[in-house]
């Protein structure tokens, strides 16, 4: 692990050649200097940043998913690590992280499968064989520790409850969806507007519409249908897709707020709302 001064003269070398050249792909090792030095915040608003103008660039694809990993949000890893995949290939990095990332998730048999194929190919590379040696055993310990006996049905609610309290801990705050849902494939906006109409988070990359514009309209609309809606006894708002020539707006009311996203094209809304609404899912 480098050390701190080493790793604060990378950043600064790094910093002062993106100053230099914004569109310099040099964010990707900028971004990773601070994963390494515990900065997650600063690393994953640089990789974002830079993802935006270099999209097709897997290498910083890879960090990102280093970076949610690290930060415990492991779908987002699984999804950036995928991506990297897309654009240079599988390599042994990203198998390796895939691999790190399935067994965070509990998915301990494709985890296995992955790393027992990258460890006939290096049988001498020892992270592999760790990785190996522990997909195997949690798993053979989860069994061991499941309940036995006449106890079994309070030990499964205990169990329960530990799950649910992990998920809670992984759960996402409305910040944390703008930021995550700006990095999906399409996503060209995305915004958090609180209950009384003003914009708390705004993550925007579009370069045709104003950001703060669009959401001062898109918010006073959804004020107005919801109002009417409820009136005429439809009942509350859901959610709310308004289609344009290209782009599309996705809408959707939470218990706080609402959230606004942008999609430039509408062709890829599908598995965009599949995506965000497994975000939504955790939103706490």
Known sequence: MPK?????ERISKCQ???????????????AEAYRKKGELDKAFQVCQNGLRIHPSYGS????MAKVNLDRGQYDWAEIEAQKAAEIDGYTRAVELLLAEVYIYK???????????RLHEADPQNTQISKLL????????EQRQLAPQGPDAAATQEEAMQETATKRVETALNSQAIVQAAITLDGV??????ESDGALRYLEWASSVLDGRLVVNSM?????????ELVQTSFGNVESMLIECNKECFYVVPAHNGTFLFLVDQVARLGS?????EGLLGRYQ
Do not use: C, Y
Request: cysteine-free; overall charge neutral; hydrophobic content about 50%.
């Open 4 to 8: 701190t001064s080493e790793l604060d």
């Open 16 to 30: 002062k050649i993106l100053d230099e050249d914004p569109n310099s792909q040099i964010f990707a090792a900028l």
């Open 60 to 63: 910083a694809h890879l960090v």
């Open 106 to 116: 509990g998915e301990f048999s494709a985890a296995i499968k992955m790393l027992k």
């Open 133 to 140: 040696e522990i997909a195997r055993r949690l798993p053979e």
């Open 188 to 193: 060209a906006g995305s915004a958090f507007i």
């Open 219 to 227: 918010s006073q609309l959804v004020r107005q249908m919801g109002s």
């Open 272 to 276: 965009f709302r599949m995506k965000v």
